[in-house]
DNA sequence: CCAGACGTTGTT
DNA sequence: GTCTGG
DNA sequence: CCAGACGTTGTT
DNA sequence: GTCTGG
């Protein structure tokens, strides 16, 4: 189940069986620089693009940590990403979205004594569109065993990624 | 999400 | 086609 | 009562 | 933990 629990949708949240308990009593914040989605316009090319914040700040998802028993008795952690409807950048490419929180609604999101779905609800919205930025990435993107600082990926165009210039490259 | 493996026979 | 691993 | 499911994304 | 199906 954590496996394909990775991501809950904000909108079902007070009544998703699953999600519903960790939403009350364990909400967490996941920190991420950027988020992927892979643009399938034209359905023979997958174009992954990276979704960031304009000012390349660090950000944070709206995230559930959970702690449960597995099959065979053992003690599972996991967390899943919130997900909401898109906003006009993420649109074209993808019909969700992560939660974006911003910094002053944090302690609100992180506070155990908050319980109240209708003062957390409102938090699980798209983030504004102006204050991101959309950029085709390098195929690499797709391969799980390309796990390098992602200004490598970065605006680099596929299909190769070409590490050495880009090391020497004091723009990057 | 994507990439990669998946199976048996028979042994280039 | 479908599942697993990353 | 117990057993089994519980989810999201995308459908290449 | 909790809901559904049998």
């Known amino acids: 189940m954590a496996a394909k629990c990775i991501n809950a949708r904000g909108e079902e949240l007070a009544n998703n069986r699953v999600f519903r308990t960790p939403f009350r009593r364990s909400r967490c914040l996941i920190v991420a620089d950027g988020f992927y989605e892979w643009d399938k316009t034209n359905p023979k090319k ?37 997900t909401t409807e898109p906003n006009a950048l993420v649109q074209p490419t993808h019909n969700r979205m992560p939660v974006i929180l911003h910094p002053a609604d944090y302690d609100r999101w992180l506070d155990p004594q908050n319980q109240e779905v209708a003062a957390l609800q409102p938090l699980l919205v798209p983030f504004p569109p102006e204050a991101m930025r959309a950029e085709r990435v390098s195929d690499a993107i797709n391969n799980a065993k390309n796990d390098v600082d992602p200004r490598l990926i970065v605006a680099v165009e596929p299909p190769r990624l070409r590490a050495r210039s880009l090391f020497d490259d004091d723009d990057i």
Do not use: M, N, Q
Request: glycine residues 8%; hydrophobic residues 45%; aromatic residues 10%.
């Open 46 to 82: 997958k174009v992954p693009i990276r979704f960031s914040l304009s000012d390349d700040s660090l950000f944070a998802f709206a995230g559930l940590a959970d702690r449960w028993s597995g099959p065979a008795g053992e003690v599972v952690e996991s967390c899943s990403v919130i």
